[in-house]
């Protein structure tokens, strides 16, 4: 049996409530999103990365430091639209799983990128990754998206509220160690069939209310499996989370930009 042929796809826009022109964030003496196309690039099992955007700023600056752009246009909702965009074109043809990687998380590692894919390539119309909740700040934090999964590993819900209520008080730190506290990852793979499938529904309402595209893949019946690996750094979402990772930037040294380049 063949490899599955894997397409990844960054996409980048520059509108941002809480984070002014994310993609182009300073962080640590680079761009967000070029932080994001260095860790990803060399990852095992990827056949093509590519940066979708909007933005000819955008392109003009992912095209200076070696990233393949694709511009799309601007009047998408959500990433997975404009993902779906690229992937529909003659010239991305052929893939067996298409990946979304958020263009906000510098830390993303092969291990959530490959657990996605592995769980498309084991037939689930769509996988994403999530990570047990590190703490309460996290849990009550609706800037943090939980999730809540069965026992199949099947996506229930994703919601910004601490989900699952817990009726008798706030879960203490050995109920947060169990996994049931699930932190989402910002990581989608998807069969090109169930790509093409989520961006033809209508928007719904619970998407619109919790402002998460995923609810609307859910409510429209597509199967997203979660695989759940044992830890993640949070993506960037405001500056006080660009000054977190531009501090673990510096001292991890970032192993995987040479220097000089």
């Known amino acids: 049996m063949r490899a599955a042929r ?124 999530a990570t047990p909740v590190r703490d309460l700040g996290e849990w009550r934090d609706p800037g943090v998206v939980k999730v809540v999964c069965g ?15 817990r009726r008798d008080g706030e879960p203490g730190p050995e109920e947060l160690a169990t996994g049931e506290f699930l932190r989402h990852i910002g990581v989608y793979a998807y069969s090109p069939e169930a790509l093409a499938r989520w961006v033809a529904l209508p928007a719904h309402e619970l998407e619109r209310t919790e402002r998460l595209e995923q609810l609307r893949a859910l409510a429209g019946g597509l199967r997203i499996g979660v695989a759940v690996v044992a830890t993640s750094e949070p993506g960037v979402d405001t500056p006080a989370d660009a000054r977190r990772a531009e501090a673990q930037l510096q001292e991890m040294k970032a192993p995987f930009i040479p220097i000089g380049t």
């Not at 960054?10 to 070029?34: N, V």
């Not at 199949?152 to 989900?163: E, K, Q, V």
């Open 151 to 165: 026992d199949d590993g099947r996506a229930l819900y994703f919601s910004r509220a601490p989900i699952p209520f």
């Open 6 to 129: 894997v397409l990844g796809v960054i996409p980048a826009r520059l509108g941002s409530e809480r984070l002014p022109r994310k993609p182009l964030y300073p962080i640590a003496g680079r761009p967000l999103i070029e932080w994001v196309w260095r860790r990803v690039r060399d990852f095992s099992g990827l056949d093509q990365l590519v940066i979708a955007t909007d933005s000819e700023e955008v392109a003009e600056i992912c095209h200076g430091f070696g990233a393949a752009v694709e511009l799309t246009a601007a009047t998408h909702r959500s990433g997975t639209e404009r993902v779906a965009e690229v992937a529909a074109r003659p010239a991305y043809g052929g893939y067996d799983v298409v990946l979304n990687i958020q263009g906000d998380e510098p830390f993303v590692g092969e291990e959530q990128v490959g657990a996605a894919t592995r769980l498309v390539t084991a037939g689930w119309e769509v996988g994403t990754v």
